[in-house]
């Protein structure tokens, strides 16, 4: 086989290892999903006469 042939061959196999290695890495490392705080605030006076009346 001749130089060039092998450096492409080596060059394939290698991005396949990396690729592979990337993808494994992807499904075993954790994703930190952020869950986002509901804050309550205070019912204005609208809301609350809007609240009192449709109760």
């Known amino acids: 086989m001749t130089d060039f042939k092998l450096k ?3 060059s394939v196999l290698l991005a396949i290892v990396f690729s ?3 993808i494994l890495l992807a499904f075993v ?9 509901i804050i309550k ?4 006076k609208l809301e609350q006469i ?3 009346l449709k109760n």
Do not use: A, G, N, T
């Not at 490392?29 to 705080?37: A, H, M, N, S, T």
């Open 41 to 44: 605030r205070h019912k204005e």
């Open 29 to 37: 490392l954790p994703v930190d999903k952020k869950e986002q705080k």
């Open 20 to 22: 592979f290695i990337f």
């Open 50 to 52: 809007s609240d009192s």
């Open 8 to 10: 492409i061959v080596l």
